[in-house]
């Protein structure tokens, strides 16, 4: 019951943002008594961080899943994010900052500690292996990427009404892919349709 819960309860969010989807919304999705929902977790913060918590979990990095090819390993996570994120309601992020500060804290903890030294590692490999230029700062890169999640979903900047998330997630990262590769790594990459498909 609690992972039916738990799914349930980020799909909700995810297609509607979290601050509309109430308990009782929750409990009624899944056919049960609001109880139900309190038995597993005290209040909506908790169900937030746990359902967010779920997610990450899905998308954490693993050390041994990594390819030997640095360019291939790094299109197939940011394949991986943007596959996970892509149904995601741009009002979720905006609802986890301003409602759930735990909650964001913990989104901030996976991009800080865990990606962000993913990206570190991959520059760094991907710079002995030739495939990237030689003159970049793998922590500066780093931070930038890391900065390109926040900025996609900034409704400031790209509004959905102007502007399609998947276009723009395609957009930003196959600069970034442009911009840090060589021609030896850009060989890797199939500038058309396909990549359209591997990065976003």
């Given at each position: 019951?609690?992972?039916?819960?738990?799914?349930?309860?980020?799909?909700?969010?995810?297609?509607?943002?979290?601050?509309?989807?109430?308990?009782?919304?929750?409990?009624?999705?899944?056919?049960?008594?609001?109880?139900?929902?309190?038995?597993?977790?005290?209040?909506?913060?908790?169900?937030?961080?746990?359902?967010?918590?779920?997610?990450?979990?899905e998308v954490k990095i693993k050390p041994e899943e990594e390819e030997e090819n640095s360019v291939l390993d790094l299109v197939?996570?940011?394949?991986?994010?943007?596959?996970?994120?892509?149904?995601?309601?741009?009002?979720?992020?905006?609802?986890?900052?301003?409602?759930?500060?735990?909650?964001?804290?913990?989104?901030?903890?996976?991009?800080?500690?865990?990606?962000?030294?993913?990206?570190?590692?991959?520059?760094?490999?991907?710079?002995?292996?030739?495939?990237?230029?030689?003159?970049?700062?793998?922590?500066?890169?780093?931070?930038?990427?890391?900065?390109?999640?926040?900025?996609?979903?900034?409704?400031?900047?790209?509004?959905?009404?102007?502007?399609?998330?998947?276009?723009?997630?395609?957009?930003?990262?196959?600069?970034?892919?442009?911009?840090?590769?060589?021609?030896?790594?850009?060989?890797?990459?199939?500038?058309?349709?396909?990549?359209?498909?591997?990065?976003?």
């Amino acid at each position: 019951m609690k992972e039916k819960i738990l799914n349930t309860a980020f799909n909700l969010y995810c297609r509607y943002g979290i601050k509309s989807i109430s308990m009782d919304t929750v409990a009624q999705e899944i056919g049960a008594s609001k109880k139900t929902i309190y038995q597993w977790f005290e209040n909506k913060d908790q169900l937030v961080e746990a359902a967010l918590n779920e997610f990450l979990e899905e998308v954490k990095i693993k050390p041994e899943e990594e390819e030997e090819n640095s360019v291939l390993d790094l299109v197939k996570t940011l394949r991986l994010h943007n596959q996970k994120v892509a149904g995601i309601n741009v009002s979720f992020f905006f609802d986890l900052q301003k409602y759930h500060t735990k909650a964001n804290q913990q989104l901030e903890a996976y991009l800080n500690n865990e990606l962000r030294p993913y990206f570190i590692n991959n520059l760094k490999r991907g710079k002995a292996q030739g495939f990237y230029w030689k003159d970049i700062n793998p922590e500066i890169v780093a931070n930038l990427c890391i900065a390109t999640f926040s900025v996609v979903v900034d409704q400031e900047v790209f509004p959905v009404p102007k502007y399609q998330q998947a276009e723009v997630r395609y957009q930003v990262f196959r600069l970034f892919l442009l911009g840090i590769l060589t021609p030896a790594g850009k060989a890797f990459l199939t500038l058309n349709s396909e990549e359209k498909i591997a990065v976003n």
